[in-house]
């Protein structure tokens, strides 16, 4: 089974930018979609964006073109890229694994997002 570790969360003023980092260990990262969700105050927990395991993306209306998600099958990493960011952003972000082959679901324990000047 998959373990997930995020990182590159923290503070940023409106307009500014944050790499998120998502490193895979315990299973072969090739066979999983990789998303990034993110769960607001009183909100329920939302797809930002996810890629396959050949890179096809799919993003959430309220990131294209501001966010840009990746992933390194070499180094068992994925990664959100967000620029442009806005208080509205501001939530806890969570890697997420899906595995191709069973559909078994992982989780990250997330990391904090804050937009505010």
């Known amino acids: 089974q998959v373990q997930l570790v995020e990182s590159g969360g923290g503070l940023v003023q409106p307009a500014g930018s944050l790499r998120l980092s998502c490193a895979a260990s315990g299973s072969s990262f090739i066979v999983y979609v990789m998303g990034w969700y993110r769960q607001a105050p009183g909100k329920q927990r939302e797809l930002v964006a996810s890629i396959t395991n050949s890179g096809m993306t799919n993003y959430a209306d309220s990131v294209k073109g501001r966010f840009t998600i990746s992933r390194d099958n070499a180094k068992n990493t994925a990664y959100l890229q967000m620029n442009n960011l806005k208080p509205e952003d501001t939530a806890v972000y969570y890697c997420?694994?899906?595995?191709?082959?069973?559909?078994?679901?992982?989780w990250g324990l997330g990391t904090q997002v804050t937009v505010s000047s």
């Open positions: 997420h694994a899906t595995n191709v082959l069973t559909r078994r679901d992982t």
